[in-house]
């Protein structure tokens, strides 16, 4: 593995820090007091190729790597993770998986439109019932002719609220766990899919995070994507990549936590010296260091491994477990060393302690990272 960026690679993280400089950082605060970020980003996102960096540039993506997509997830989950999600959704989630699974006509329907902001995608597994067992799914699609028809309901979907396409998972089949499960791409505004924004969450204030209701919501036989009993799989693929999204957001986070640290003890002055000079707040600080090196390589790590072709899934677990839990670390690091001043919100540390806490919940828990990594150890199952 390459430790070294290629020139392309530097060129795009320059871009994306850039532009988290002048875009997001400015807003962050007042975007998470408002619970909404400004939905103008999407169109920016789009604009610079965000949305659309890993897929083909014949649906309007750019083509790139995985490592750039890591330094531009990286950059924006600096800036904000509510941006950054809006990216691992829609692009991580939803035009990764069109890319991989759908017909020609579905990669034609909403690849451009993804890639360049005009649509946006959400990812529809969790249920109010399931989470951590996504596979024992209640939501339920019927054949009915040429349509299915679909009822059942979502929960915690992020960009939930703003998707133009939902890339919901339902049961078709009657075998019960994953083997019966379908994936869909559902138009949001279809009859009968109605949403409600989940409001007070700790933190990724920013993002629209919603629960869907699907009453006998009918979609063509066509919108299935992949084959039909194939959905779990649809959706285990997906969330392989996505964990390494969520890592190098959390990248973000903690290298956020540290260049706030930093400048912040090197003006706190006490005892008559800046506080950068007492060896307990240095210990702090390079805790912090340490952690965002060592979930950084973590994650360029899977970023290798699928650019090059080779199995990532244990990979992506690791990475994620790691930068998650390390993101929380960094975070709660960093508001010790801003005192009082870290516990009010006119101060950065305390939005990204509760912006990283997420981390260690969504696209699988630490409790099942750790059990995935154990299976893979071991060639024993522990579910
Ligand atoms: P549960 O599965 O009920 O787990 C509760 C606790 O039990 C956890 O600590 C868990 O680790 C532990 N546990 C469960 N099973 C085991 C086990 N076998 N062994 C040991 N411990 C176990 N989902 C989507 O589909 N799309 C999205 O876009 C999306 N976005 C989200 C955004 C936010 C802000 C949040 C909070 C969640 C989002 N989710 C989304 C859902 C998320 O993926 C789930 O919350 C997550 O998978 C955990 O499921 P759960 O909340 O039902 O917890």
């Not at 531009?72 to 950054?84: A, H, K, Q, Y």
């Not at 929960?155 to 339902?170: E, R, S, Y």
Request: aromatic share 6%.
């Amino acid at each position: 593995m390459n430790l070294e960026l290629s020139a392309e690679q530097s060129a795009v993280k320059a871009l994306a820090r850039d532009f988290t400089d002048r875009e997001i950082t400015p807003h962050a605060a007042a975007w998470d007091r408002a619970e909404s970020v400004d939905r103008g980003i999407v169109k920016k996102l789009g604009a610079l190729g965000f949305l659309g960096l890993t897929i083909e540039e014949r649906y309007g993506g750019c083509g790139g790597d995985h490592l750039a997509y890591c330094l531009v997830t990286e950059e924006l989950g600096r800036g904000d993770s509510s941006v950054r999600g809006i990216v691992s959704v829609s692009l991580g989630l939803v035009a990764t998986s069109i890319a991989r699974w759908g017909s020609e006509e579905q990669k034609q329907e909403w690849l451009p439109r993804l890639t360049s902001g005009q649509a946006l995608g959400c990812f529809g597994l969790t249920e109010p019932g399931t989470g951590s067992d996504a596979a024992r799914l209640t939501t339920r699609a019927e054949r009915d002719g040429d349509t299915y028809v679909i009822t059942g309901s979502k929960m915690f979907i992020t960009n939930g609220t703003w998707a133009d396409v939902v890339l919901l998972f339902a049961r078709t089949g009657g075998e019960p766990g994953h083997r019966g499960i379908s994936a869909f791409l559902v138009p949001a505004d279809a009859p009968g899919l109605t949403r409600r924004e989940i409001h007070g969450k700790l933190g990724l204030r920013g993002q629209a995070t919603a629960e869907l209701a699907l009453d006998a919501v009918r979609v063509p036989a066509a919108a299935m994507l992949g084959p039909e009993g194939k959905g779990f799989s649809v959706a285990m693929a997906a969330l392989a990549k996505g964990r390494m999204s969520v890592a190098a957001g959390s990248v973000g986070i903690a290298q956020a936590c540290l260049e706030a640290a930093v400048a912040y003890a090197g003006q706190r002055e006490q005892f008559g010296a800046p506080i950068a000079g007492r060896q307990l707040v240095q210990e702090l600080l390079a805790d912090i260091a340490v952690d965002v090196d060592a979930a950084r390589l973590l994650t360029w790590r899977v970023a290798d491994h699928i650019d090059r072709g080779l199995p990532f899934a244990t990979e992506s677990s690791t990475a994620k477990l790691y930068a998650a839990e390390a993101a929380v670390r960094c975070a709660n690091n960093a508001l010790q060393v801003f005192g009082g001043y870290g516990y009010i919100d006119e101060y950065p540390a305390g939005k990204l302690l509760r912006d990283a806490r997420v981390m260690t919940l969504y696209e699988g828990t630490s409790q099942i990272h750790k059990l995935l990594i154990g299976r893979a150890l071991t060639g024993v199952s522990a579910f």
